[in-house]
């Protein structure tokens, strides 16, 4: 087995490059090569693969085996000890680079904050985040001051720098943010100068001032540990870019200056407002549920020792109305009321809502009573054997009244 020499570790700004193919073969079903040397990262550490071409041939995915790298090919190439070409995907390569780097600093950031150890690290194609060991400190305080640390070790341009070590003991020996006891030598590290050391085999930017900048987006709390989702480079750039313009569109909205606490502050005044006016429409929808109610029970007479049998058609009212003022009745006085409720929807046909229910003691099954009156006039809904629910395939409320009239005034 031949080692891969990797060109990315020498240097990470490798666009194009040429080797000899040690091996031409097949692996998972798919064309593949290994050679002498290769600028193509593979994925590892959190860091993603590199993309691009070997002979114009497309590299689909670079994958790790012990010491050699397996390039994964759109199609067979060349055969053994030819010469090959080699482009990566530069972009691709820039930005992972980018935001693997700005891991690190923010890494750094959290241990000198709260001491909060790094434990996993995703890079995905839109963001990125990390897995820190601790969850009640991880606060919004303590993401504001790890934020402007490592915006800090960002601007302050510092060198980046790697370093080989023979032994897991040499490495030991060094003011590591962390060592993997299990790294098998050499073991690669990379410093921030007067920053950060860590053991690292990602490619990373020859100065911290390359990442620009670092935003985070989100924290959430998982079991014991606080994820923290966060953009480095232009992808912090774009979306602080999107952020301000939003706020240019809202600051004209309201009438304001682009002032982020008095915007706030304006905006929090209108969530209190909507909040009252909410509590309002709720009561006076209350109300007029109430008042509803009251109205239908006026029509209602059911003979002592007998149940009533009534539909009701409410036009104007939505689901959650006709719910309300349903199991208000069947409260009051024992029945079995089936509400009807005319459902506009844009662009399609108008159907016939309903809500069916009963009062408790009355011993039916409104199941069974909705799958005889579907029988005489289609629809689709369901529920439990005291209340049903749906709509029925048609706008015209008449012939969906006489079909639930007709098999309700049949329930003995």
């Avoid at 966060?230 to 002032?259: H, Q, W």
């Avoid at 009701?312 to 109305?321: A, H, S």
């Avoid at 039916?364 to 005889?372: G, P, S, Y």
Wanted: overall charge neutral; charged content about 25%; glycine content about 6%.
């Amino acid at each position: 087995m031949a080692t891969t020499v990797r060109l990315f570790w020498k240097d990470p700004y490798l666009k194009e490059f040429s080797a000899k193919v040690v091996r031409s073969f097949v692996f998972n079903k798919k064309p593949a090569v290994i050679l002498s040397e290769t600028a193509f990262y593979p994925t590892s550490g959190g860091q993603p693969n590199d993309e691009g071409i070997l002979n114009g041939v497309k590299v689909v995915d670079v994958i790790e085996e012990k010491d050699e790298i397996i390039h994964i090919l759109e199609k067979p190439l060349l055969k053994e000890g030819e010469e090959v070409s080699g482009s990566i995907n530069f972009e691709r390569r820039l930005d992972h680079m980018v935001q693997h780097h700005g891991q690190h600093i923010l890494s750094k950031a959290f241990i000198d904050v709260a001491n909060a150890q790094t434990v996993s690290f995703h890079l995905g194609p839109n963001y990125s985040y990390i897995d820190l060991d601790k969850r009640d400190e991880i606060n919004e305080e303590a993401q504001e001051k790890a934020l402007k640390i490592a915006n800090r070790a960002v601007f302050e341009n510092r060198a980046v720098s790697t370093t080989f070590y023979d032994s897991i003991e040499e490495a030991s020996k060094l003011p590591l943010r962390k060592l993997d006891p299990t790294l098998q030598a050499p073991i690669r590290i990379v410093n921030i100068d007067g920053f950060d050391l860590q053991a690292c085999c990602g490619t990373h930017p020859a100065f911290t001032g390359q990442v620009m900048c670092i935003n985070i987006i989100n924290f959430e709390k998982i079991k014991k540990t606080t994820r923290i989702t966060f953009l480095c480079g232009m992808r912090a750039i774009n979306k602080a870019t999107e952020a301000f313009l939003s706020l240019k569109r809202i600051a004209l909205k309201v009438a304001m200056p682009i002032d982020c606490p008095a915007i706030e502050k304006s905006l929090d005044s209108m969530i209190d407002d909507n909040q009252k006016l909410r509590k309002v429409q709720s009561e006076y929808e209350k109300l007029l549920q109430r008042t509803c109610m009251q109205n239908l029970l006026q029509t209602i007479s059911v003979p002592p020792g007998s149940f009533g049998k009534y539909v009701f058609e409410l036009p104007g009212k939505d689901m959650n109305f006709i719910k309300s003022v349903g199991k208000g009745l069947v409260e009051e006085v024992r029945t079995v009321i089936c509400l009807l409720v005319p459902l506009p929807l844009e662009g399609k046909p108008t159907t016939i809502g309903f809500y069916m229910t009963c009062s408790n003691d009355i011993e039916i099954d409104l199941r069974v009573l909705l799958k005889e009156i579907f029988s005489l006039q289609a629809g689709k809904g369901g529920g439990d054997q005291r209340t049903v629910q749906g709509s029925f395939n048609t706008g015209d409320l008449e012939l969906v009244k006489d079909a639930v009239k007709t098999k309700l005034n049949a329930v003995n």
